[in-house]
């Protein structure tokens, strides 16, 4: 099912696989934030339909307090490299066919790597993930930290698209011609 490439040198089918790999890296990092988002969601329906901490009412009697199974901030911060370290390895393999890749990229990192860890910081203001009291219920978790990073990874994919723009569009071979 996957397109065909076109290539025919022995440099570009082994680059082919440590994308793969690399993409594969960026998409596990996406699970993971997934799944924390999950784990609150889990939280808030166990807690009365509270999401986060605070003196609000309680949408019905909750079986625990808010929450029960914590997301520490360090552990956001962790899965949040994942994106600039598998783009990274990803910059050199990308060819102008990889560029609907690109802004798939571009998209997952806004949405998944930079707007989850800062819903984060909202419901866990502690950077550990548990409540400490009244007082800590109007900052934010060190949670957001994770989105700084991505202004690398944004800036890496941005470029690099910038530049595979700027080349020129090499000439099919004929062996590379299909009928």
Known sequence: MGRPSGR????????????????????????????????????????????????????????????????????VIAVALIAPVSVAMMLRHFTRDDRPLLVYLVMMTLVIYVMLP???????????????????????????IGSVFQVVTLSMILIRALLLSLQKPRALEPAEVSL
């Open 8 to 75: 025919t040198s022995p440099q570009a089918s082994a680059a082919r696989p440590k994308l793969d790999k690399a993409r594969g890296g960026f998409m596990a990092g996406s699970l993971l934030m997934a799944a924390f988002l999950l784990l609150t969601v889990l939280n808030g329906l166990l807690a009365g339909g509270h999401m986060g901490p605070g003196d609000g009412e309680r949408l019905y009697r909750g079986a625990i307090e808010w929450p029960w199974i914590p997301l520490p901030a360090w552990l």
């Open 118 to 144: 800062l819903l984060y910081s909202t419901m866990y203001r502690d950077p550990t993930g548990l409540p400490v009291g009244v007082d800590s219920y109007g900052g934010f978790g060190w949670h957001w």
